[in-house]
């Protein structure tokens, strides 16, 4: 069951790519499921009124099964830039875990595609898929060289590699992530993933499941949607499948098959 704690910040660390981290200080609290989310808000005013969701980035078990979270954020508004000033000390009132998470994969391969900030949930989900015999890449792309997120603190989990690609062609693949992953697809005809996980801008996880479909490879994606409460109260991030059934994302996302929002069936 989802909980709302008041939870200091420990820390707020630069990230890379104009991203920051915020640390949580350890609580007694629940320990999520990578893939799941938190409503986070300040100790501001009533403007804004509604707390921000938040990916979780990573999470551990620390003393006395204490439990001490991690939050990736990019500055885009003005809850965003309040949570960006934030310093040690502040507390921070978070709801959750919420959503449904990540799955293992099937297999002993995995590929991770993350459109920008969309990088959030994959470091909590490389702790908890890597094995020694389980082979995980990540694929990240940005507008340009300078918008990629860090990932130099979980890099040593991803024995398969990392490949970056930019839009402007300033760092690695010139072009988008899901050109990167077609491409890679391509390459890797003898060594392709038993599941690709995709986190990023709505466009981009259409395009990318559509790829993925093409290529036969189950494609579980971490949806993004405007969100005023996390529980499915308000319907703030219902969207529409292609059967044209409602699915609200804070309950019945973040983390689903891509099958069940885009038709895994070629357009007529």
């Known amino acids: 069951?989802?909980?709302?704690?008041?939870?200091?910040?420990?820390?707020?660390?630069?990230?890379?790519?104009?991203?920051?981290?915020?640390?949580?200080?350890?609580?007694?609290?629940?320990?999520?499921?990578?893939?799941?989310?938190?409503?986070?808000?300040?100790?501001w005013e009533a403007d804004p009124l509604l707390p921000r969701p938040f990916s979780i980035a990573r999470f551990r078990t620390v003393k006395d099964e204490q439990v001490q979270l991690e939050f990736l954020?990019?500055?885009?508004?003005?809850?965003?830039?309040?949570?960006?000033?934030?310093?040690?000390?502040?507390?921070l009132d978070v709801l959750g875990p919420l959503g449904n998470g990540f799955e293992q994969p099937p297999g002993d391969s995995a590929w991770m595609v993350a459109g920008g900030i969309g990088i959030a949930p994959f470091p909590a989900l490389?702790?908890?898929?890597?094995?020694?015999?389980?082979?995980?890449s990540l694929l990240v792309g940005a507008r340009t060289e300078a918008e990629i997120p860090g990932f130099?603190?979980?890099?040593?989990?991803?024995?398969?590699?990392?490949?970056?690609?930019?839009?402007?062609?300033?760092?690695?693949?010139?072009?988008?992530?899901?050109?990167?992953?077609?491409s890679r697809l391509q390459r890797a005809t003898e060594a392709r993933p038993s599941q690709i996980y995709v986190c990023g801008p709505h466009p981009m996880l259409e395009a990318a499941a559509a790829v993925c479909a093409g290529a036969g490879i189950p494609c579980s994606v971490s949806l993004e949607a405007p969100m005023g409460c996390g529980m499915g109260t308000c319907r703030g991030c219902v969207i529409q499948t292609f059967q044209d059934t409602n699915f609200t994302v804070c309950t019945e996302g973040?983390?689903?098959?891509?099958?069940?929002?885009w038709s895994s069936k070629p357009a007529p």
């Open 73 to 91: 954020l990019r500055i885009v508004g003005r809850g965003t830039r309040l949570l960006g000033t934030a310093h040690a000390g502040i507390e």
């Open 254 to 261: 973040p983390v689903t098959d891509a099958n069940v929002i």
């Open 152 to 182: 130099v603190d979980f890099e040593t989990n991803l024995t398969g590699g990392v490949e970056i690609a930019t839009d402007d062609g300033s760092a690695g693949f010139a072009g988008t992530v899901v050109d990167l992953l077609a």
């Open 126 to 136: 490389t702790d908890a898929i890597a094995t020694s015999k389980r082979t995980l």
């Open 1 to 43: 069951m989802p909980a709302l704690s008041r939870i200091p910040l420990e820390a707020v660390e630069e990230a890379g790519g104009g991203c920051l981290r915020l640390v949580c200080a350890p609580a007694s609290i629940v320990a999520p499921i990578p893939g799941q989310f938190y409503m986070v808000r300040g100790p």
